[in-house]
């Protein structure tokens, strides 16, 4: 049988109402959060593959 507590404060909450921080859910996106810093361009790329590396490559995938 279930127990019901007198106090509705001490009702265990789900998922959905267990949130610490309520200002942050409702935060509406600013123009801020739309600007753009440019290409991402990681510091790491593969070396450079010249034309004729590339279309020996896609001859010999494409038989």
């Given amino acids: 049988m279930p127990v ?7 009702l265990a909450r789900g998922r959905d109402g267990d949130s610490s921080k309520p200002q ?4 509406k996106a600013s123009a801020q959060d739309y600007i753009s ?8 790329m593969p070396p450079k593959a010249s034309r004729e590396e590339i279309e020996a490559r896609m001859k010999g995938l494409n038989k």
């Fill in 4 to 10: 019901i507590p007198s106090d509705p404060k001490t």
């Fill in 37 to 44: 810093k440019g290409p991402q361009i990681p510091d790491n």
């Fill in 24 to 27: 942050e859910q409702n935060k």
